[in-house]
């Protein structure tokens, strides 16, 4: 049974940074493509960052140059490195696996964590 949990999340300062993990179960991440996606009340739910096997990332263009994503296929787990945060960029963040690699569209992935939430103040 595929299970996704997210953690790091919480409030910081504009500037500040958090880090994102994503612990996964039930299967091996680095046979899957894996993403992490942002959504706040009443807005659609949008891609961040996605992962390819050989590690390759994407990102949305809001973020390029301040969230890296990567994996550590020893301890089974997915990562979100957020620097020099935005209040923007307050949202619940989800990771989400079994979807094509490197999408940032929602609709492609079908396994879902539950979320953290990440409030930036300025």
């Known amino acids: 049974q595929v299970r996704l949990v997210e953690s790091g999340g919480g409030s910081v300062q504009s500037g500040g940074s958090l880090r994102l993990s994503c612990a996964a179960s039930?299967?091996?991440?680095?046979?899957?493509?894996m993403g992490w996606f942002r959504q706040t009340p009443g807005k659609e739910r949008e891609g961040v960052a996605a992962i390819r096997r050989d590690g390759r990332p994407s990102y949305e263009d809001s973020v390029k140059g301040r969230f890296t994503i990567s994996q550590d296929n020893a301890k089974n787990t997915l990562y979100l490195q957020m620097n020099s945060l935005k209040p923007e960029d307050s949202a619940m963040y989800y990771c989400?696996?079994?979807?094509?690699?490197?999408?940032?569209?929602?609709?492609?992935?079908?396994?879902w964590g539950q979320g953290t939430q990440v409030t930036v103040s300025s």
């Open positions: 039930g299967f091996i991440v680095s046979n899957y493509c």
């Open positions: 989400a696996t079994d979807g094509p690699c490197g999408s940032l569209v929602r609709s492609y992935y079908a396994s």
